[in-house]
Nanobody, 119 residues
Framework: VQLQASGGGLVQAGGSLRLSCVASGSIFGINDMAWYRQAPGEQRELVAT???????NYAASVKGRFAISRDNAKNTVYLQMNSLRPEDTAVYFC??????????????WGQGTLVTVSS
């Protein structure tokens, strides 16, 4: 399964970034999608979700600052991140919601994209 995230980088606090993720067509069109993140030494956490129909939901820590969207024609999910804070520093991953379970009963993940927010 393809889950190719991009758009990360180094940004100052208060800045913005837009992440993109192209997913395999076989999974994108029939699944809710989500962005997750994993900070150094922390567990992976759910950041934002978007249903097939476009309804969205956000973790409390990013609500009002981040916006998730999807383009079903391009099999792409986006995460617009505004008013970034140092605590948003993490590797960001996209996946289905819940995470895609592969043939061997293991959740499959792409390589993610690193977001670093300097203070």
């Amino acid at each position: 399964v393809q889950l190719q995230a991009s758009g990360g980088g180094l940004v100052q606090a208060g800045g913005s970034l837009r992440l993109s993720c192209v997913a395999s067509g076989s999974i994108f069109g029939i699944n809710d999608m989500a962005w997750y993140r994993q900070a150094p030494g922390e567990q992976r956490e759910l950041v934002a979700t978007v249903t097939i129909g476009g309804s969205t939901n956000y973790a409390a820590s990013v609500k009002g600052r981040f916006a998730i969207s999807r383009d079903n024609a391009k099999n792409t999910v986006y995460l617009q991140m505004n008013s970034l804070r140092p605590e948003d520093t993490a590797v960001y991953f996209c996946n289905t919601n819940p995470p895609y379970l592969g043939d061997f009963g293991v959740h499959e993940w792409g390589q993610g994209t690193l977001v670093t927010v300097s203070s």
